[in-house]
């Protein structure tokens, strides 16, 4: 046999054996199969997709699950405005300016939005960012109402997070550039979230607890 058949051969039996293996994979049955499927799919997510996703978004953390309300608007815009508008008239920011923002309605508990790489150069007011900020754990996800200092205020929020109105010591009021961690695209999947927040709900507080209301 010359070295091309034998190329060939050698191809044809790589061909066949991963013909072989994604059909144990994706038809098999049993219970090992099924062991086998959920491990590629956990290395091909995490060695593969994420890394994708963040070399492509610029951002470190290229997914952000939304966990808590405080961006959630349970009233139509104009309604809203009616009772949250003079916090942010009194900064000079106009419900014209307002319904010109991204995601003007808010969002809920459990969306998944994607993270674009972000600082202060490429942000605005109104823009909603992902930042870290005192000893809370997860990202924080506000809207921009300032940028010098750079500052935030979650819609539903009836005031903003300061080092000594919070037992987190979050301070939204003058957030460093080093904390921003990207922000939020156009791209959101609604509730998807919930897949990851319910198994962590029983241990928020009672108030934390739940849907947006």
Not at 39 to 49: G, H, M, N
Not at 63 to 72: D, K, N, P, R
Not at 105 to 120: R, Y
Not at 194 to 206: N, V
């Amino acid at each position: 046999m010359n070295d091309r058949n034998k190329t060939r051969v050698n191809s044809n039996k790589i061909i066949n054996g991963i013909k072989k293996f994604w059909n144990f994979v994706w038809n098999g049955e049993s219970f090992l199969s099924w062991i086998v499927f959920v491990i590629l799919a956990f290395v091909i997510i995490k060695y593969i997709f994420f890394p994708v996703l963040i070399f492509s978004t610029g951002s470190s953390l290229p997914l952000v699950i939304v966990e808590s309300c405080s961006m959630h608007h349970d009233k139509n815009f104009d309604d809203w405005w009616q009772e949250n508008g003079n916090w942010y008239e009194d900064r000079d920011i106009s419900k014209e300016q307002f319904a010109e923002y991204s995601k003007k309605n808010g969002f809920s508990k459990g969306d998944i939005f994607l993270v674009l790489g972000a600082d202060e150069n490429n942000i605005e007011v109104g823009d909603i960012i992902i930042f870290a900020s005192g000893n809370v754990q997860r990202p924080i996800i506000h809207r921009i109402v300032s940028l010098d200092p750079i500052e935030t205020k979650g819609d539903n929020n009836d005031r903003q997070f300061t080092k000594e109105n919070n037992a987190e010591r979050i301070d939204e009021t003058n957030i460093g550039s080093d904390k921003i961690i990207g922000k939020t695209s156009a791209i959101r999947i609604p509730f998807l979230g919930w897949a990851k927040l319910i198994f962590f709900e029983p241990f928020r507080p009672q108030s934390e607890r739940g849907l947006c209301k």
